[in-house]
């Protein structure tokens, strides 16, 4: 896969040359002290389903240890690489629809908040397909979308899911002007709240497909780095050609293999 290699080698660049994001972030994780949860707002209640969450494979629930196991690898190499650079977000994408996107950030959020050190935002920032909610199974009223169209305070649209160290931004109302959107004064007001959140966040964006909209071309200034979903035997290597140019525009941290056929002993991804 030499696209891949290659927008990871430019991404290898990029992080030597220049470090985005907040080094004081870095230098507190070089600490490793748990996150004060007293120091940490109260968010409205949602809390999950966890007969939606087993039905949708999302961690916690799934009891297929291997599956656990490489959440886990992919959460630390995760870190390791957002502490090296004093980045604090993630977005995840991929090239075309249905490759495991979804699956993929809301596991990594959830595997990230299994560690004391951290404090997660999980954002649903696929405005015109948002499933992040669904996968949950949770119950709400408000969502992303409401708040960038001027219908909801911020504080009705970030939920306490009763994981503990994990709040869930979800859309409730998929948009047709999506980039423009993302563009908006409100969008920046939104990740001005979340950088005023505790210390040590990690903000995971569950995003649509490069190929799909303009949306994560629009919004990549704003997202320190990003995870590529593949699925094996799914995108094509023709689809990874078209998306060549736009992979040169992100900042990609590496790229993450669904539905490997390599199980057994080794890991699900
Ligand atoms: N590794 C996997 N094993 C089994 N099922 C999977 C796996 N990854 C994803 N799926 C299933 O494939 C479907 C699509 O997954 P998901 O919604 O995460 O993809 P997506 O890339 O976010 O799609 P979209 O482009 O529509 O946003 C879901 O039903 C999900 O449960
Ligand atoms: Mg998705």
New binding site residues.
Partial sequence: MGLIEEALRKSTQQRKGSVRGNGALSAARAGRSAVVESTIRQYLAAPVDREAMHR??ILNTVGDVSVTRAYKILRTRVMHRLGANGWHSVGIT?TT????????AVNLALALAQDVNNWVFLVDL?LQ?P?VGTYLGMRYEHGLTDYLTGQAEFSQIVYDVSIPRLAVIPNARSVEFSSELLLSPHMSDFLHFLQTEPPRRIVVFDM??LLASDDVLAFAPRVDSFLL?VSQGQTARRTLSNAKEMLREINVMGVVL??STERNDSP??
């Fill in positions: 949708n494979r991929g629809v249905g490759e495991g996107k979804t699956l993929t696929d397909r499933r649509p497909p979903v669904n539905r699900y991804y």
